[in-house]
């Protein structure tokens, strides 16, 4: 027996816009800001109330480093998004973190309220709540998005689209072109990352001052069978003397682009936080208060599709800071696959690949344009890099590079009424992103 409907199917256009960017997290954020500032009309559509991507809806405590150890290499829009999270923080925080570009803790309700306004600022129309479910596709282009809302469903047009859903939605849903996860389909686990209140940090740094870092304490809790955790492994970054975000807890299996998956990592994400809470409270001084405060409204997922695009951006290229003509940003995270399945070893960790300080690879414009497709971009931790340069790549300061990049190129492809995003002139582009603050390296023409 047949098990499927058939539904109207005829939609009416809610918008048109020169750039539609499909997706608010930092990849998103950069789309939109760029766009619009070079003079294009954007619509983001965003499936969440808020902007900020999975510092906001799972609340991943911190940015990683926006430099390579001797200077910033991210600059341009996802420099000036931390310097005014920085400026708004909490004082404390504010002063610790004023000349401090890595690592820097992540204030949730601080960076929405900013980003709104700078949406507002640059004239992005936003569209929130609202879910992305298919794309309309004619030959090798992108014709409308279908959006679906409480106001029920529609179809968004637009001269260019940007794919910043981090699962590469848009290329699914168009058919495209993509990998996911390893060679067995095996992805880096889920977090649900969360936030504890009534802590006393003083008491607790002097403790790990004198016993040891908080990581080979839990090692002891896991070793002992009391602490039920997949990884002896957290990052944690204090808000204030009593708050303090935790990226801590992986669970395996679940495939952020599976909505039952994604819903058994809520359910067990939850039932995590609070069995380390618990244990939190019972063996760490410092901690004996602890309060769950809050966790995110969606488990953090590290991995899901990486495009097919013109170029892929290979370990090699990272190992030998491989630069490109069409260089759009450069890169200087290191190698940081978690892994769903320890190894013999015990390791939890691909071995963590460093570049020496100073050192950074570029990343080409080709790697943010998926094959078979004249008028999509795509910007975030799903362009085409293979799993292990992806698993560097993936964090959110580059995230708003590639962002930044995509946007200025559309806005600029309206500008010189193009059709295709191969017709860009590179020259043009990275003078552009190089006059807005991006940096693409030293030794490139543009500066
Ligand atoms: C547990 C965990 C810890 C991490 N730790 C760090 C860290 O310490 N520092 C760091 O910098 N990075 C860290 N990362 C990596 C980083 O957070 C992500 O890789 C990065 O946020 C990806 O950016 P993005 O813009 O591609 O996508 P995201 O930040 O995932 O944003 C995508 C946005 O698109 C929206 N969206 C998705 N699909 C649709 C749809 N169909 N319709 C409408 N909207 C849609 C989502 O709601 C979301 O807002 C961590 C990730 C995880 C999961």
Redesign the pocket.
């Known amino acids: 027996m047949d098990q499927s409907y058939s539904y109207q199917t005829r939609l009416p256009v809610f918008a048109e816009a020169d750039v539609v960017v499909?997706?608010?997290?930092?990849?998103?954020?950069?789309a939109a800001l760029a766009a619009a500032r070079n003079g294009a009309s954007v619509l983001l559509?965003?499936?969440?109330g808020?902007?900020?991507?999975?510092?906001?809806?799972?609340l991943?405590?911190?940015?990683?480093p926006y430099s390579d150890q001797e200077k910033p290499v991210i600059r341009g829009i996802g420099l000036e998004v931390l310097q005014a999270m920085k400026d708004a923080m909490q004082p404390g925080l504010k002063e610790a973190y004023r000349d401090i570009v890595d690592?820097v803790p992540?204030e949730a309700e601080t960076l929405k309220l900013l980003l709104d306004a700078k949406m507002e600022e640059a004239g992005v129309r936003l569209l929130f709540h609202?879910?992305?479910?298919d794309v309309i596709r004619s030959g090798d282009r992108v014709e409308a998005l279908v959006?679906h809302n409480k106001s029920g469903s529609h179809a968004v047009k637009a001269k260019w689209f940007i794919d910043?859903?981090?699962?590469a939605?848009?290329v699914f849903r168009a058919g495209g072109k993509f990998h996911k996860g390893g060679e067995e389909g095996e992805l880096?686990p889920?977090?649900?990352?969360f936030v504890l209140n009534r802590l006393n940090r003083s008491r607790f740094e002097a403790f790990t001052r004198e016993h040891g870092k908080l990581n080979a304490h839990i090692e002891r809790g896991k070793a002992s069978g009391e602490l039920k955790v997949l990884h002896n492994w957290a990052?944690i970054?204090f808000h204030n003397e009593s708050t303090c975000g935790f990226?801590f807890g992986?669970i395996a299996g679940i495939d952020g682009t599976n909505a039952e998956d994604l819903t058994r990592g809520a359910v067990e994400g939850r039932k995590l936080v609070h069995h380390i809470a618990d244990w939190l409270r019972r063996h760490i001084p410092g901690f004996e208060e602890a309060v769950v405060a809050q966790t995110?409204e969606?488990?953090?997922?590290?991995?899901t599709r990486r495009i097919v695009g013109d170029y892929t951006v290979t370990f090699d290229d990272f190992t030998t800071c491989r630069s490109f003509p069409d260089d759009i940003a450069r890169n200087a995270?290191y190698i940081?696959v978690h892994l769903s399945k320890p190894l013999r070893d015990g390791k939890t960790f691909i071995d963590k690949i460093y570049l020496p300080p100073g050192k950074s690879h570029g990343i080409p414009y080709r790697s943010l344009l998926p094959v078979d497709f004249a008028n999509l971009f795509v910007?975030?931790?799903?362009i085409s890099a293979d799993r292990t340069t992806q698993g560097s790549m993936?964090?959110?300061?580059?995230?708003?590079a590639?962002?930044e990049a995509a946007g200025t190129a559309g806005a600029l492809l309206t500008i010189a009424g193009k059709t295709n995003t191969r017709e860009l002139d590179m020259a043009v582009l990275q003078r552009q992103l190089v006059r807005q603050g991006a940096w693409i390296g030293d030794g490139n023409d543009a500066n």
């Open positions: 499909a997706g608010g997290g930092p990849a998103g954020i950069g559509v965003e499936q969440r808020f902007l900020g991507g999975m510092a906001t809806v799972s991943v405590p911190a940015y990683t690592w992540i609202t879910c992305i479910s959006i910043a859903t981090s699962d939605d848009l880096q889920a977090t649900m990352c990052a970054a990226n992986h995110g969606q488990i953090g997922i590290r991995e995270y940081d910007a975030g931790r799903s993936r964090v959110m300061p580059t995230c708003f590639f962002g």
